[in-house]
């Protein structure tokens, strides 16, 4: 019902440059605004959605609105910076999900660099080998790879190696209870180091306090995302946090 009334919105979480203060990204993610319910999110009904199959048709709209609004915003003149959208195991799975990819950024007229696709380590090493294949085909179209919540799972190091990935997404488990926890800031500070060398960018998520964020500039932590920036908000809102980014830079 959710789709065919289209019920469904997005909101976009602004992802933060350490070192310049400047928005360089936005992660879309996916709302219900129910007429009974309200609000409701994505941990409420992506799980149901996920074990009845509906999370393709419902993942291909989250990637078809978050193209759309990115071109729109171009269209606008406005400094638009690239979206990531998450994708799940059955979406990534799916026969069709490497032609719905480029049907949508056709459809929408989006350069594919203004797109990525943030996949988890479980779902890229349930079968690497067809994982390394699917990513590659999508490096092609031009689109923007990261890991999501990255030291969770069972990477391989050398399929990781392997796989051509842009992005490291720190896990929030790790960010919570930094500096304090000096395991979490030392499997931080790893990930960090590893990303460093393999010339990826490294993302920590979960960001919502001062010294969290002066810690991950210090070791050298290329972005953020956190309610400490912004929490996630509406596309109004959001192009109005760029605006308001530029213009402070600028002055």
Same mark, same amino acid.
């Given at each position: 019902r959710a789709l065919k009334q289209g019920e469904f919105l997005l909101h976009f979480q602004p992802k933060i440059n350490l070192t310049s203060g400047m928005i360089t990204g936005a992660e879309a993610l996916v709302r219900w605004s129910s007429p009974d319910r309200g609000?409701?999110?994505?941990?409420?009904?992506?799980?149901?959605?996920?074990?009845?199959?509906?999370?393709?048709?419902?993942?291909?709209?989250?990637?078809?609105?978050?193209?759309?609004?990115?071109?729109?915003?171009?269209?606008?003149?406005?400094?638009?910076?690239?979206?990531?959208?998450? *994708?799940?195991? =059955?979406?990534?799975?799916? %026969?069709?999900?490497?032609?719905? /990819?480029?049907?949508? $950024? !056709?459809?929408? #007229?989006?350069?594919?660099?203004?797109?990525?696709?943030?996949? *988890?380590?479980? =779902?890229?090493?349930?079968? %690497?080998?067809?994982?390394?294949? /699917?990513?590659?085909? $999508? !490096?092609?179209? #031009?689109?923007?790879?990261a890991i999501d919540d990255f030291g969770t799972g069972y990477s391989s190091l050398s399929y990781l190696q392997r796989f051509p990935i842009d992005t490291?997404?720190?896990?929030?488990?790790?960010?919570?209870?930094?500096?304090d926890n000096l395991d979490d800031a030392a499997i931080t500070r790893a990930i960090v180091a590893l990303g460093k060398s393999m010339q990826l960018t490294v993302i920590a998520e979960g960001v919502e306090h001062e010294h969290q964020a002066t810690f991950l500039r210090e070791i050298g932590c290329d972005e953020v995302q956190g309610y400490y920036y912004s929490a996630p908000v509406d596309a109004e809102h959001f192009e109005r946090l760029i605006r308001e980014n530029l213009a402070a830079k600028v002055s």
């Open positions: 609000l409701v999110y994505p941990k409420q009904f992506v799980p149901i959605a996920e074990e009845s199959g509906l999370i393709v048709p419902i993942g291909r709209w989250v990637l078809r609105e978050a193209c759309r609004q990115v071109q729109s915003w171009l269209d606008a003149g406005l400094r638009a910076v690239p979206v990531a959208v998450n *994708t799940s195991a =059955v979406e990534f799975r799916h %026969a069709d999900f490497l032609e719905g /990819v480029a049907l949508i $950024l !056709k459809e929408t #007229g989006l350069a594919p660099r203004y797109l990525e696709l943030e996949l *988890t380590e479980s =779902v890229l090493m349930h079968d %690497a080998e067809s994982s390394a294949s /699917v990513l590659e085909a $999508l !490096k092609a179209m #031009g689109v923007r790879l490291l997404k720190i896990d929030r488990s790790f960010v919570t209870d930094i500096p």
